[in-house]
């Protein structure tokens, strides 16, 4: 059985951190691309960072220089540190894994407000 694991989210003032973590259980991690969504109320789910399993990143130009992807494979874990969080990136989070299938984690709220 799949899981995907997330765990970090919060409440944090502008200009704050978070750093987002997803186990993953039940797959051959290192097989995997591993990925953030996020999904804002009433707007679709959109990428926010991926990292292939050789390590590649890519960033959506939103947060590009303020969150960084990371991966332990030892762990199979995936993280997401975010800093100077600004209240745009309110969102639920979700942790994703990608190879043969994708898979999803339930999702982790963010919330950044003054």
């Known amino acids: 059985q799949v899981q995907l694991v997330e765990s970090g989210g919060g409440s944090v003032q502008p200009g704050g951190s978070l750093r987002l973590s997803c186990a993953a259980s039940g797959i051959i991690f290192t097989n995997y691309a591993m990925a953030w969504y996020r999904q804002a109320p009433g707007k679709q789910r959109e990428l926010v960072a991926i990292i292939a399993n050789g390590g590649r990143t890519n960033y959506a130009d939103s947060v590009k220089g303020r969150f960084t992807i990371s991966r332990d494979n030892a762990k199979n874990t995936v993280y997401l540190q975010m800093v100077s969080l600004k209240p745009e990136d309110t969102a639920v989070y979700y942790c994703?894994?990608?190879?043969?299938?994708?898979?999803w984690g339930q999702g982790t709220q963010v919330a950044v407000s003054s």
């Open positions: 994703s894994a990608q190879y043969s299938y994708i898979y």
